[in-house]
């Protein structure tokens, strides 16, 4: 039977209405994503997000929206992991050192001399216990679908600090971490507790006369201006995680999370080589800045006061027979 006139003028019209329904579906489920950066745009720690948005985005077409806060304009890490928690805030990257605040058994990562190099602390993440550390991450909400390796920590300060001996007495800055305040105590300096976004002034005006952390945010936070001196000790592998608010994750359905996740595992992959690239370019800045960078001929000195601290924080980290087995990797 031939169509109506009647039915051939509805029909543009009909289609429009049956399609409707979809595209607000569609639009109703752009939700919104803030995530927080320490540092700038052009900064590995931002520009993992832009390619984890876009992965998103190709995956699923206007499921999100996200909005990237750099500059730590939404607080230090500690307060950007609080409002994590509080969903609040719905994505960021954090080192293993502050989530220690809640999951006390991290700090296994963050022993000092524990790891060889970035491939043992990958390998230990990727394990059983990087997959125990996911589960007790979750119970306090914070779901971590991959594990980044910010590098190696370093100790820097305002003078040359050549040997142990040479932090006796000394002000250091440190997280919020027991175990950073027990590691460097050990050394007899005087640890104290800071974020990140306020060591440039504390070292300034010396307030904290040392610090340590990774040559990348050395430079990032253009700290070799104040504390030009850099001995290379490596003895902390800096640990870290991208990170779900777990409240905004338990709103989301099983296609927007294997989404996220996949991002997160690419973006964790493309982290890696952002971070080698950045470490090279920020030793550039820093030297060319004024920075010294002391090598360490013999790392023996350092070590024995340092694993010390393995003894003392076994039994938060599941014992020295884990810590042992991982060592062993």
């Known amino acids: 039977m031939k169509p109506t006139r009647r ?5 543009p019209l009909a289609l429009p209405a049956l399609a409707m329904p979809g595209l607000i579906r569609r639009a ?6 803030i995530v927080a950066s320490l540092l700038g745009d052009d900064k590995p720690e931002t520009l993992i997000w832009a390619h984890m948005r876009d992965r998103v985005e ?3 077409p206007g499921a999100f929206s996200f909005t990237v806060v750099a500059n730590a304009a939404l607080g230090g890490e500690k307060a950007v992991a609080e409002g994590l928690r509080l969903g609040s805030i719905q994505a960021s990257l954090s080192t293993l050192s502050t ?3 809640w999951v006390p058994e991290s700090q296994l990562f963050d022993l000092p001399f524990l790891f060889r190099d970035e491939a043992h602390l990958a ?3 990727a394990g059983e216990e990087g997959a125990r550390l996911r589960e007790r991450l979750e119970a306090q909400g914070f779901v971590a679908p991959a594990f980044i390796d910010y590098g190696a920590r370093h100790l820097v300060a305002r003078r040359p600090l050549l040997e142990p001996a040479a932090l006796e007495g ?7 971490s027991p175990l950073h305040a027990a590691l ?3 050394f007899g300096a005087l640890p104290i507790a800071l974020p990140i976004t306020e060591t440039y002034n504390a070292l300034s005006t010396g307030h904290v006369e040392a610090m340590d952390l990774t040559r990348a945010a050395y430079a990032g936070f253009r700290l070799h201006e104040v504390a030009p001196h850099v001995t290379l000790t490596a003895h902390i592998r800096a640990a870290g995680a991208v990170l779900f608010s777990g409240r905004f994750w338990s709103g989301l359905g099983g296609e927007e999370q294997a989404a996220l996740r996949r991002a997160a595992v690419e973006g964790a ?3 890696g080589a952002l971070m080698a690239a950045e470490e090279r370019a920020a030793d550039a800045v820093a030297g060319a800045g004024g920075a010294t960078f002391h090598a360490v001929s013999d790392l023996a000195p350092w070590r024995e006061p340092a694993r010390r601290v393995w003894q003392e924080f076994s039994g938060r980290v599941g014992g020295m027979a884990a810590i042992e087995a991982v060592a062993a990797l």
């Not at 000394?170 to 919020?176: A, G, S």
């Open 7 to 11: 039915a051939l003028l509805a029909a």
């Open 28 to 33: 109703r489920a752009a939700r919104p994503l």
């Open 58 to 60: 190709a995956a699923l």
């Open 99 to 101: 989530l220690s605040a």
């Open 123 to 125: 390998a230990a993440l």
């Open 170 to 176: 000394k002000r250091i800055r440190v997280i919020q």
């Open 184 to 186: 460097w105590q050990g």
């Open 269 to 271: 992959a493309r982290f």
